[in-house]
């Protein structure tokens, strides 16, 4: 039985969530998968990057942006780099030693250049998948010692040779979610209520609620299912506000809930802010999505990409959000026009393709000791 040792950080649930999903798959075609995250194995810097990154993208977003954009820079880039190298290599390498992995995958930028520093001293040679959890790729994913990429897109892909990983290196097979996502409720009865998902993601970004009250005073009925992740002073306060329907609306509050899919598929569309894991969710329900609002950075840039690729409207404001709203909800045809691009762009999604690139790296990496050891 083939080893992986898959290797992620809690900045946020996406890069867990991915993580998650690509050792279902693994172990269900035979594989032996691991999840472990280095830096809380007794690094110093944990809490500085959980702490930091729930600090800037919820009280100080537009510093997260920037500061995003500048470790862009490939000097910035390299010297941060150098030092998480210097921070996480002898863990990350006691961890190698522990599980003796025969491939090893990262779905964190920050863990792409800390592996590939082990490969490129020569203290392992196993085979490495950097999995990229946005639409477009950061500066921290490039390294030549990366195997391979699995990308959510072709968009993605041209981020990538755009900064000189080889093509034939990155493989457009989405970005890995959850089966439930993935699989399309045939059954589901045709409803009479138009229905809209409101997420706030993981965090519960407050910014929901002026979502909401913009929605309350749209001139057309129908329902809203609001979702605030951990954010449980919110969900109270939205409890507690919208317990009666309210101007023709019915609303209902979520706390953190495993239900995504079964609520994906009773709406008709979707506002949320572009994390790589939700919109890829919505994505493969081929439900169109409205973006109100992003944390600069990797969601600023998955917008940009959503829009063009026509599965999403980004508005520049709160105040625009009911017409965005109106704009699908009196346009049926429109609305069909973008579920059918969300389907299009949604069959790139290849989880098989995923475990086949396993299979032939492993494969790769075994012939070649074998002939260096004949």
């Given at each position: 039985?083939?080893?992986?040792?898959?290797?992620?950080?809690?900045?946020?649930?996406?890069?867990?969530?991915?993580?998650?999903?690509?050792?279902?798959?693994?172990?269900?075609?035979?594989?032996?998968?691991?999840?472990?995250?280095?830096?809380?194995?007794?690094?110093?810097?944990?809490?500085?990057?959980?702490?930091?990154?729930?600090?800037?993208?919820?009280?100080?977003?537009?510093?997260?942006?920037?500061?995003?954009?500048?470790?862009?820079?490939?000097?910035?880039?390299?010297?941060?780099?150098?030092?998480?190298?210097?921070?996480?290599?002898?863990?990350?390498?006691?961890?190698?030693?522990?599980?003796?992995?025969?491939?090893?995958?990262?779905?964190?930028?920050?863990?792409?250049?800390?592996?590939?520093?082990?490969?490129?001293?020569?203290?392992?040679?196993?085979?490495?998948?950097?999995?990229?959890?946005?639409?477009?790729?950061?500066?921290?994913?490039?390294?030549?010692?990366?195997?391979?990429?699995?990308?959510?897109?072709?968009?993605?892909?041209?981020?990538?040779?755009?900064?000189?990983?080889?093509?034939?290196?990155?493989?457009?097979?989405?970005?890995?979610?959850?089966?439930?996502?993935?699989?399309?409720?045939?059954?589901?009865?045709?409803?009479?209520?138009?229905?809209?998902?409101?997420?706030?993601?993981?965090?519960?970004?407050?910014?929901?609620?002026?979502?909401?009250?913009?929605?309350?005073?749209?001139?057309?009925?129908?329902?809203?299912?609001?979702?605030?992740?951990?954010?449980?002073?919110?969900?109270e306060e939205l409890e507690e506000k919208y317990s009666q329907p309210v101007n023709g609306k019915e609303v209902i509050v979520y706390g953190f809930t495993t239900k995504i899919p079964e609520l994906m598929d009773r709406?008709?569309?979707?506002?949320?802010?572009?994390?790589?894991?939700?919109?890829?969710?919505?994505?493969?329900?081929?439900?169109?999505?409205?973006?109100?609002?992003?944390?600069?950075?990797?969601?600023?840039?998955?917008?940009?990409?959503?829009?063009?690729?026509?599965?999403?409207?980004?508005?520049?404001?709160?105040?625009?959000?009911?017409?965005?709203?109106?704009?699908?909800?009196?346009?049926?045809?429109?609305?069909?026009?973008?579920?059918?691009?969300?389907?299009?762009?949604?069959?790139?999604?290849?989880?098989?393709?995923?475990?086949?690139?396993?299979?032939?790296?492993?494969?790769?990496?075994?012939?070649?000791?074998?002939?260096?050891?004949?």
């Amino acid at each position: 039985m083939s080893k992986v040792l898959i290797v992620s950080i809690s900045t946020g649930l996406g890069h867990n969530q991915a993580a998650c999903c690509l050792k279902n798959e693994l172990e269900d075609s035979g594989y032996s998968a691991h999840i472990v995250e280095p830096i809380k194995e007794g690094c110093f810097i944990d809490f500085l990057l959980d702490n930091g990154f729930k600090i800037l993208a919820r009280r100080l977003p537009k510093m997260y942006g920037k500061l995003y954009k500048i470790t862009e820079r490939k000097m910035v880039n390299k010297g941060i780099a150098k030092f998480l190298n210097v921070a996480l290599r002898n863990t990350l390498m006691e961890v190698i030693e522990e599980h003796k992995p025969d491939l090893v995958i990262s779905t964190h930028p920050l863990l792409v250049n800390a592996v590939s520093f082990l490969k490129a001293s020569n203290r392992t040679d196993i085979p490495f998948i950097a999995v990229v959890t946005d639409y477009m790729a950061h500066q921290f994913y490039v390294n030549k010692y990366v195997d391979a990429y699995i990308v959510g897109s072709k968009y993605t892909k041209d981020t990538l040779t755009a900064k000189g990983i080889k093509e034939n290196k990155i493989f457009a097979f989405g970005i890995p979610i959850r089966r439930e996502f993935r699989q399309h409720n045939e059954l589901k009865q045709p409803h009479n209520t138009f229905s809209i998902l409101l997420m706030a993601g993981s965090m519960g970004i407050p910014g929901i609620e002026k979502c909401l009250a913009q929605l309350i005073e749209n001139k057309h009925k129908f329902r809203v299912m609001v979702v605030c992740g951990h954010n449980h002073k919110l969900r109270e306060e939205l409890e507690e506000k919208y317990s009666q329907p309210v101007n023709g609306k019915e609303v209902i509050v979520y706390g953190f809930t495993t239900k995504i899919p079964e609520l994906m598929d009773r709406s008709d569309l979707i506002i949320t802010k572009p994390g790589g894991l939700t919109v890829s969710e919505a994505i493969n329900k081929n439900i169109p999505i409205i973006i109100p609002y992003y944390i600069p950075g990797q969601e600023e840039e998955n917008a940009e990409i959503l829009v063009r690729a026509g599965v999403a409207i980004s508005i520049a404001d709160i105040t625009e959000l009911n017409e965005a709203v109106d704009k699908l909800y009196e346009n049926p045809a429109l609305l069909e026009k973008m579920r059918l691009k969300a389907q299009e762009f949604s069959q790139e999604l290849s989880p098989d393709s995923i475990v086949r690139l396993a299979d032939g790296l492993i494969y790769e990496h075994n012939s070649r000791r074998h002939i260096v050891h004949a």
